[in-house]
């Protein structure tokens, strides 16, 4: 099997998720791994840092708050087939209890034609109550993946809307009867089998790559975690908390009516360190000594009064479990394209990232 680890396999793109970091990022800081290694993200988002591990041959481990994310970060560890993808999804449409009731709100009749919405309603209820690994993690990732989106490049099932974030149903509805836009009119099946085709186009190692849901300043999650070599990771930043919110329809195929946000304090920028400090605490209890921790971080826009870098190193400090930092740089990212659709991004730009890398020295 030949691998370009330099470049992103089509399987990163599964599905946008707003506050992701590039795969590049994860790469640059994996250059000098080797197979063996062990891998630990306490945010792991949609799975970035897992997807990299799993392109240098590395068992990784994420844990992650938002259904969503979980979801799609466990499909950046799963194996599956394109057929194998396909199969299960004709089965699931042939199959599940078609019984469940349609949503009747206007909303819904104009954000999916009714043979989508009808097919969209069997996935939901097949995947709300099980995703079994493997085959179900690539096509329920890959379904929420095209559940949404402004349907230019790419095919997606709903009427003209953002693709990494929704907005609310009335925001939706207004711009859809202004514009009068109609949903398309599309072969759900097709959809999947070009979309599985693309995604798994390149093969990837299978790796041993775990993804718990739950909330990284507590214990619980840690308890099957252990000789990590590698944290890589990006915390919630400070005043950004919107996570589940901005994710309401895919959160709603998923069977969440509502899901939990960041489960970090946000209250005060001192009680966010001491919550920061248990993770830095829990993560150095899992890492063998010598453990490298690389950690991006920065602001958000309007968010006064605040300096990410000692945010972060004060959290560090306090939480006094022996990771030292080694060096810190700033972070440049290319300037976002417009939005191309008239609604309002749940965040803007954030500003004065960095990357901090440390050790943990016992
Ligand atoms: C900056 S994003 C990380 C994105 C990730 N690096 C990626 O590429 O997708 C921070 C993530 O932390 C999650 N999060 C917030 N509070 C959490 C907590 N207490 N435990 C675990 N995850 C949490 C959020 O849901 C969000 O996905």
New binding site residues.
Partial sequence: MSLNVESAPPLDAICP?F???PLSFPMTYLRDAVPGEYLF?????????LLAARLKGLSCAG????PV?VAIARAKAALATPEAVMARAAALLATSDAREKLPEDPFWQHCFSPEVLHAVCRFRTHFSKTITPGTDQVLCALLLGVLHGPNDSMPCLSNKMPASYAPSQEALLAYWTANRLSPPEINVLEVIEKRAHYLLSTPLNKVNGHVIQ????KQAPYRSLGGVDRVI?????FGLNS?IHDQWLRNWFLGNSKGTD???DQTDTETYARDLARVWRQCASVCRPGATLVIRFGGVPGVQGVVPRTLLEDSLALADSGWKTLRCKPVFRKRNAPPTLPFRPPAARPCNEFELCGRLET
């Fill in positions: 998720y506050t992701r970091f993200d306490p945010f792991c988002g949609c799975g970035t840092s844990i992650e708050t938002n994310a739950g909330d990284s300043s990771t990006s915390p919630p930043y996570f960041c489960l970090l």
